[in-house]
């Protein structure tokens, strides 16, 4: 009737199926304009439906301008409606590839999340849950939660020896956003960005994505390569000086010197990523650059990797002069966090719960990167050479006279083994073709003893 | 004792302190390369500590490069760590001019947070947390918690008569994320972005922090001025059609179909910014212009308003020709948002308590409404006219003859009154000039009728 089907049981009300059905009548000119609605009276009839059902529809339809009425005549159509519909283009589909599951996982960057205190975090929820007030629930200053920057001012001093004032921490959706908006911030025309080769893909990312220059910096066992510096015009350098990030190194204080030396000249900022240096297993942790000189160094620290990554919870140390454009780049990105994990979370830290919970998991961590070097050790027979740091969630490992490229890491992954080779965290050349990296934190003593013990086979299948 | 004044208090170790305290030294140049240190022994002496903390503090030096040790001799110190520094420019302090604390404050955009259902709120934190599992505290799918896009997709068939795919259905950090995401997405090398005039300035910035173009429709009392569309190349159209900010307006159906034409014919997107058509007094809500055609509009909502801002969700809906690129970017910016408030918001969306609180809510502002109408009636004489539909949390008000300029605010202010005018929204033209902005929805009635009793003062102390 009317071309109008009205169904009793859907969750949309009668009145707007009948101004769905003519909506769409109009929009791909089964009415055109000027032809006659029925009358309420008639349609109300013909549906079965009360005459308030209808007006109310006509009524949408008038507000919304679809059609026109007046005192005495019929609603007609309104003027210049139609649409011709294109076909829409669709994403193409990925196909559903049917994989081997992944049983070993030696993803990097992975804390155990099994060991996770949760009920302790589920009580601070339940007591920020209990506290927050109406003022929590509003907007408030994109710098972040003020209780969060005191708490994690005091722990960076009692855990890294870093005095930090509480006005320059700045809380971010994770270390990831940090990069992002300091990507944003920092960019200049003319100007690139330094990134140590091989690194991360995230910063990476956010820099050709900006359309930035990048220069990047070659990695060596003890630190980076700065003369790439030494002429060009740099927006800042981007480092992981505790625990570099893949190959595990510690940049050593002639280099850091130097950095902060050629920031002050050149006038740049120096990126400090401090992504797991809480879990060192030899020594103390290594203090940042930023104890160093903290006028010309960003340092970006995380909570992704000693509570949880869905938290999303980081923070940065923003020297002063940029802290306005700091707030607002993060004002018009996302205004502010969440409140609720801020106030869990500055409970979690002031309490000092989390530095117990480091210290229970840093002898956790200790222990898996044992039974990996075991493994390793006990599997193969020609030396293999772990680079780095004792210290972190993975290992980067040397295999002299091997090659792992695509071919190796996709059959490792066809027999369900995930690996991956340093040489995907590179750029431009092929020095980094005989190291794999594994990631160990999220394992199991098993699941790493197998992995190893599948690796080794796969390795002695591969044509030499 | 060699310059080292250790505090036993401190929460810093004895070893650190030591360490500190000689990496000062090195970097200040007071000891220079080459420079032997103290013995363990002599040191531990000296200071009254164990010889094992000297120790441990020479192995920190050593890491970090800062000491060079060779068996039988004593540490030196390494070369060229010295750094000259700089004095750090600071960033301007902020001058703490005293203010009249604000009294009546319309500020728009701000919903009754002391009406919010804190303790069904509570109780789905409570719930969630309970809940949540290993695999919900790792890193996810940027699109958002599948749940709570369902949630959303059937909650916006029954509130909103949209019929959206789930899998189109991405959970952002509120809507200034979705906004700040879309301009980076959308932007294209000479392509202009088309916002209203007068428009919130939230994605103006973005447009402009990007260094994208942008073009200016004119808003009219029904709609706006598309004329300007008519040769630019165009990246996206950015609207408000339910309820124009700040004016008020519903676009009618007429430029709806002129804008997907448009859109379609010059290869554009549509920008449909949802803030708080829930609110509406008069009549049904108004239907989107994505119900109009999905394949060139981008829906944005956000539950700031529904909910409260701090929550920091929001959602876009995307043509999924561009999903690939959206994840892409979400990934790249903050990768996800936090779980914890996506499973509690997912649980009182498909419970229906957030069409029950919309409900009661609904009731209220419209009250709230027609307080601030009568109280304006009631203070002035000369019309006063209200613009646009009877909806949302604000209204824009239009007093013939009046200029409502910055001198006119800061009166205002200075007596405890916070406005704004729509000029303030406004560019390049001075036709908005008699029109104030008042938000309401968080006010109390007491508030709203003094407020309105001491404008009415201010405006007639004005100079004519």
Redesign the interface.
């Known amino acids: 009737m009317w071309g109008i089907a009205l169904d009793r049981k859907c ?3 009668l ?2 199926q009948i ?2 059905a003519f ?1 769409e009548q109009i ?1 791909t000119g089964k009415l055109i304009q000027g032809d006659a609605l029925p009358s309420t009276r008639e349609l109300s009839n013909d549906l079965g439906v009360s005459r308030n059902t209808v007006s ?1 529809a006509y ?2 339809l008038w ?4 059609i026109v009425t007046q005192q005495g005549a019929p609603s007609r159509v ?9 076909i ?4 193409q589909q990925s196909k559903a590839v049917k994989q081997v599951p992944i049983k070993w996982y030696f993803k990097t960057g ?1 804390p155990d ?2 060991l ?1 205190p949760k009920n302790q ?2 009580q601070m ?2 007591e920020a ?2 506290e927050f007030s ?1 003022q ?5 200053d994109p710098k972040g939660y003020a209780p969060l920057c005191e708490a994690i001012s ?1 722990w960076l ?2 855990s890294r ?1 870093m005095q930090v004032p509480v006005e320059d921490i700045f809380i971010t ?2 270390a ?2 940090a990069f ?1 908006l300091l990507v ?1 911030m920092l960019q200049q025309e003319g100007r690139a960005f330094a990134l140590e080769n091989p690194s991360h893909p ?1 910063i990476r ?2 820099v050709s ?1 900006f359309k930035s220059k990048i220069i990047w910096m070659t990695v060596t066992p ?1 630190g980076i390569d700065t003369n790439a510096l030494k002429d060009a015009p740099i927006a800042a350098v981007y480092t992981t000086p505790s625990h570099q990030f893949p190959l595990g190194g ?1 940049l ?7 950095l ?2 050629l920031a ?1 000249e050149r006038d740049f900022y120096i990126i400090e990523d401090d992504y797991d240096s809480e879990y060192r297993y030899r ?2 942790p ?2 940042p650059i930023y ?5 010309r160094v960003i340092y970006v620290g995380t909570f992704s990797k000693t509570l ?6 980081g923070f940065a140390v923003i ?6 454009k700091w707030r607002h ?1 993060k004002k ?10 801020q106030i869990a979370l500055s409970k979690f830290v002031s309490s000092r719960k989390i530095d117990k919970h480091i210290r229970n998991m840093r002898r956790i961590y200790a222990d898996k990167r044992q039974i990996l070097l075991n493994a390793i050790t006990a599997n193969f027979e020609d030396p293999v050479l772990p680079w780095g ?1 004792a210290s972190g969630l993975h290992l980067a490992l040397q295999f002299p006279n091997h090659v792992f490229d695509k071919a190796f890491i996709e059959s490792c992954r066809a027999q369900g083994l995930f690996v991956q080779s340093v040489q995907q965290y590179s750029t431009n050349d092929l020095q980094h073709q005989d190291k794999l990296l594994l990631g160990y934190g999220h394992l199991s003593a098993t699941e790493i003893k197998e992995g190893i013990a599948v690796l080794k086979e796969i390795i002695q299948q591969m044509p030499s």
């Open positions: 969750e949309m009300t009145a707007r101004f769905s909506r929009l109310e009524e949408m507000t919304e301008g679809f309104a003027d210049g409606l139609m649409i011709t519909r294109k829409t283009e669709t994403a992975q999340l099994s996770f975090w589920r929820i339940r849950v209990d109406v929590d629930l509003t907007y408030s005091k001093l009692r020896n959706a994770g990831t956003q992002f944003e995230a990312t956010a994505d003890n510690i050593q204080a002639s280099t850091r010197t130097e902060i030396r002050s020594g103390a290594i203090s104890a160093m000189d903290s006028s949880f990554p869905a938290l999303r919870i020297p002063k002069p940029l802290q306005t780049f018009y990105m996302d205004v502010q966090n969440p409140i609720l994990e740091d």
